[in-house]
């Protein structure tokens, strides 16, 4: 396996938890955990002292809790507490003339910002330099095969993509898939098997919620598998750079 496609952070994150058996408390804790978990505020429901999701799926406090706690056999798609403002609208990528030097990585990354602009999402990513950019993201180089990013902060994408320069030895579809998991991390994307890097990359542990939440996105399927999306931790040299289905259904969720 190869070199893990973004940088990992560990640390503790929390889960809301309420107490006593009054129905308005067990409602409340269900609601809270149900957001945390992804679902939109205007989904959920209260009739007769239960909660609905979808306005027909009744959902028990237990069943909440549990939605909070993914195991190894639940490995949906995941994203950070902190996502892109629906403000933003342009988001302009900006490589530096030492990324620009590398054929293949700046290639990869046109493919990249081809595979966001093709799902009519409530942004485009452009090329820069730019004009109209609501966010910017610089693309420079660093060091090995991978690269690494951030989450996004008070709104905004991560500024930063570090794309290694041994990726210049590898295909332009794994360049493209490459820099677009790290664009990924920087509109709020965790890794979909973050709760077991033994998947994609042969070894690892969990990373756990990392400070930043690991919500899982409603639709997106129940298991993490090898070559099964452009954000698993690691990746392989077939790379295509191409979206897998549960993908492009946890972007539409999202953007």
């Not at 679902?39 to 002292?49: K, Q, R, S």
């Not at 290639?107 to 090329?127: S, V």
Request: charge should be negative; hydrophobic fraction near 35%; charged fraction near 10%.
């Amino acid at each position: 396996m190869f070199k893990k496609a973004a940088v990992l952070v560990v640390s503790c994150g929390s889960v809301l938890v309420g107490c006593g058996t009054d129905p308005r408390s067990e409602n409340q804790e269900i609601i809270s955990n149900l957001i945390e978990a992804g679902f939109p505020a205007g989904d959920i429901t209260v009739v007769e002292d239960s909660v609905y999701v979808g306005r027909d799926a009744h959902v028990t406090l237990e069943a909440s809790r549990e939605m909070l706690q993914p195991g190894e056999g639940s490995a949906e798609q995941y994203r950070t507490n902190n996502l892109v403002s629906h403000s933003v609208t342009k988001i302009c990528i900006n490589p530096t003339s030492t990324f620009n030097s590398y054929s293949q990585l700046s290639a990869g990354l046109d493919l990249a910002i081809a595979n966001y602009n093709a799902l009519g999402l409530t942004f485009t990513m452009a090329r820069g330099p730019a004009t109209g950019c609501s966010a910017n993201i610089t693309a420079q180089t660093t060091s090995g095969a991978g690269g690494f990013a951030g989450f996004p902060s008070g709104g905004l994408p991560y500024g930063i993509i570090n794309i290694g320069t041994g990726l210049q030895s590898y295909s332009v579809d794994v360049n493209e898939h490459v820099i677009t998991h790290e664009l990924g991390h920087t509109i709020g994307f965790r890794h979909s098997d973050f709760y077991n890097q033994v998947i994609s990359c042969g070894s690892g542990t969990n990373e756990g919620t990392a400070g930043v939440g690991a919500i899982l996105i409603p639709g997106t399927p129940s298991t993490s598998t090898v070559g099964g999306s452009i954000m698993n931790a690691c990746f392989r040299s077939t790379e295509t750079g191409e979206w897998s289905s549960s993908d492009i259904t946890a972007l539409h969720y999202l953007y």
